[in-house]
């Protein structure tokens, strides 16, 4: 198994509608985060968290929310999707040092 | 505000072709830089971190170097196999341990 899992891995979802992205980790980290990937703009953080109870915005939340269910569940949600949500999104994970993410194997997202 | 910015965007070359791709960044006090590696498709792998001037690693085929302004990946006879996005990005000081990421270099090798 993956030690970060993304569900669903595509989705087609219609302008307007709340979609939830789901991430899973078994690598028992505290911290986790949301990026989004779009094409020749590299990674844009969305949301993160350094414990169940600590949730913070990144750069481009607007339009986001995230719900940290436990301490391995990191969820995102679209409130009410626009087209110019279309792109990759990324769940990772770290813990506290100086070391790199793990990251899921993306959602990739579309919508109409 | 903590820069990366990496180039080329894309690059072609033929296999055993050996080039380097740039990193140039721009942070208040560096923690660390990393370098990652994404095939379509998938999620980022890590690759490297690179701590302070001069520190170098090797993987393979690849070597990261790291000056006070800006890192390398050097590709020594790259294999089809080597074809991928590379990316780069920052740890400041100051910053816990957020990172922020270049917009990649998108490689591909000809057999």
């Known amino acids: 198994d993956a030690d970060v899992t993304q569900t669903p891995r595509n989705r087609i979802t219609k302008t307007g509608k709340r979609i939830m992205l789901e991430c899973s980790q078994t690598?028992?980290?505290?911290?986790m985060y949301w990026y989004r990937q779009d094409p020749g703009l590299g990674l844009q953080l969305i949301y993160y968290?350094?414990?169940?109870?600590?949730?913070n915005k990144g750069e481009i939340s607007d339009g986001y929310s995230v719900s940290r269910q436990a301490q391995a569940k990191f969820s995102l949600s679209l409130e009410s999707a626009i087209p110019n949500q279309t792109a990759l999104y990324f769940c990772a994970t770290s813990d506290s040092g100086v070391d790199g993410y793990t990251f899921g194997s993306g959602t990739r997202l579309t919508v109409v | 505000e903590d820069q990366v910015t990496q180039s080329p965007e894309a690059l072609r070359l033929q296999e055993g072709e050996s080039s380097s791709l740039n990193c140039s960044y721009t942070v208040s006090g560096l923690r660390g830089l990393f370098w990652y590696r994404q095939d379509p498709g998938k999620g980022p792998e890590f690759l490297f971190t690179l701590y302070s001037a001069g520190e170098e690693k090797e993987k393979e085929r690849l070597k990261a170097t790291l000056t006070k302004k800006e890192s390398f990946l050097h590709i020594t006879a790259p294999k089809p196999e080597d074809s991928a996005t590379y990316l780069c990005?920052?740890?400041?000081?100051?910053?816990?341990?957020?990172?922020?990421f270049g917009g990649g270099t998108r490689l591909m090798v000809k057999p």
């Open positions: 690598k028992g980290h505290d911290r």
């Open positions: 990005a920052v740890q400041a000081n100051n910053a816990g341990n957020m990172l922020t």
């Open positions: 968290s350094f414990d169940v109870k600590d949730i």
